[in-house]
């Protein structure tokens, strides 16, 4: 680098502290006039909210395919679940809080262990009962299947 270019590096870092030593400055007596004062009574305690309901899903795999699956069903909050279903139907009922703000599925047959080809199978994410999300397959030549991936974002 050039002699020119470490000089104005060097000045714009010291602007940048400059800036932010005015700031904290600025702020500092309105963060010192926060400071609750011996004599005050003590503030009432907030009052706190309900927690939210509750959000109801159910998850489901319907359809002829013979062999084992294995589900992995997930949400941004715990993470993955993973289970292996023997037999279809399966579901799962799962209640999820209110900071869970998105959930998914997906399955897939192990390798090893395939049904017949075209053999197929149904996924689908129910919310308070309704279908909101669903995908489908049909198993391959070699009886393999892989139920696409499906995700659902709480409003």
């Known amino acids: 680098m050039n002699r020119s270019l470490l000089n104005t590096y060097a000045s714009c870092i010291k602007i940048k502290l400059l800036a932010s030593c005015l700031l904290l400055a600025l702020l500092n007596p309105a963060f010192s006039s926060c400071k609750k004062k011996k004599s005050e009574e003590p503030e009432p305690s907030p009052v706190t909210q309900p927690p939210a309901s509750n959000r109801n899903v159910r998850y489901e795999i319907t359809g002829n395919y013979t062999a084992p699956l294995l589900v992995v069903y997930n949400d941004n909050v715990s993470g993955n679940t993973t289970l292996t279903v023997t037999a279809l139907p399966w579901r799962k009922d799962v209640s999820y809080p209110a900071n869970v703000q998105g959930i998914g599925i997906a399955s897939n047959s192990p390798n090893g262990n395939p049904a017949s080809a075209g053999?197929?199978?149904?996924?689908?994410?129910?919310?308070?009962?309704?279908?909101?999300?669903?995908?489908?397959?049909?198993?391959?030549?070699?009886?393999?299947?892989n139920l696409p991936p499906i995700a659902y974002v709480f409003p």
Request: aromatic letters at 4%; hydrophobic letters at 40%; proline letters at 0%.
């Open 119 to 145: 053999q197929s199978a149904n996924l689908r994410i129910y919310v308070s009962n309704t279908v909101v999300k669903s995908s489908s397959a049909v198993a391959d030549a070699n009886g393999g299947i």
